[in-house]
């Protein structure tokens, strides 16, 4: 079984960081003094659960923890700087503080240093999550200690369920929408009334035009889908939530 901390401090560590082509550090104080804070730690920056669900969805759900009383969350690895620094940049993760473990020891201190090196690993995070108030580990989400990498329980919607169950969002939402369409602007704007987030697709960007009509038999926008069923446009958006 793994260690849980839960009602003790985190480890007193500092961590090099390069920030802007320049070395700096980040220490545990300036972390985690007076504020709330998500941590998720994952066995390694570029892999697959870990770049395809983990990280993505705390990203996403980012605004909703900042609007329940997180000041920030940190993803945490046994990776170094320069491989944490290009894993943000290629995930695209803005609302993501990525803090480097190098040498491990925040993970030791935590008693969830694993050996990987079966798989060309060595030693890594075991996957988990927790919340701490200055300092203190108020709850602590740790995956089952079972073969392989489970990913049941350190989820960003697990951690936000704790924090606030009522701002979990079941509903899953997608839209196509193009550059100065104004009913896409009062489609988002409605969404946003409903307290709903969504997935923006942008004609030219994300998507063609052809690939957008192929799905919804349709060549204009915005293009709604509420899990999974097509809603239509700004104006069926409308009698939808009518």
Not at 124 to 145: C, H, Q, T
Not at 225 to 232: L, P
Request: with cysteine.
């Amino acid at each position: 079984m793994f260690n849980d901390i839960t009602g003790q401090k985190v480890p007193a560590v500092t961590f090099p960081i390069i920030a802007d082509d320049t070395w700096s550090t980040r220490n545990y104080q300036d972390i985690f003094a007076n504020k709330t804070v998500v941590v998720f730690s994952l066995p390694g920056a570029f892999t697959p659960t870990c770049s395809s669900s983990h990280l993505p969805r705390y990203n996403e759900l980012a605004p909703k923890f900042f609007a329940n009383g997180v000041d920030e969350i940190i993803c945490i690895s046994v990776n170094d700087t320069f491989v944490m620094n290009a894993w943000a940049k290629d995930q695209d993760a803005d609302n993501i503080s990525f803090i480097p473990d190098g040498n491990g020891e925040f993970t030791q201190g935590m008693g969830l240093l694993v050996d990987k090196a079966e798989i060309g690993f060595g030693k890594r995070s075991w996957r988990y999550a927790m919340l701490v108030k200055n300092g203190i580990v108020e709850k602590m989400f740790i995956e089952p200690d079972l073969p392989g990498d489970p990913f049941e329980v350190s989820d960003a919607d697990t951690m936000l369920n704790f924090i606030n169950p009522a701002a979990v969002q079941s509903t899953e939402v997608a839209i196509f929408t193009k550059h100065g369409c104004s009913h896409c602007a009062k489609t988002k704007a409605l969404l946003a009334e409903q307290g709903l987030q969504y997935e923006e697709l942008v004609l030219g960007e994300d998507v063609s035009i052809t690939a957008m009509r192929a799905i919804t038999q349709a060549d204009t926008t915005p293009q709604i889908f509420i899990d999974g069923k097509h809603i239509g446009g700004n104006d069926e958006l409308t009698k939808y939530f009518s």
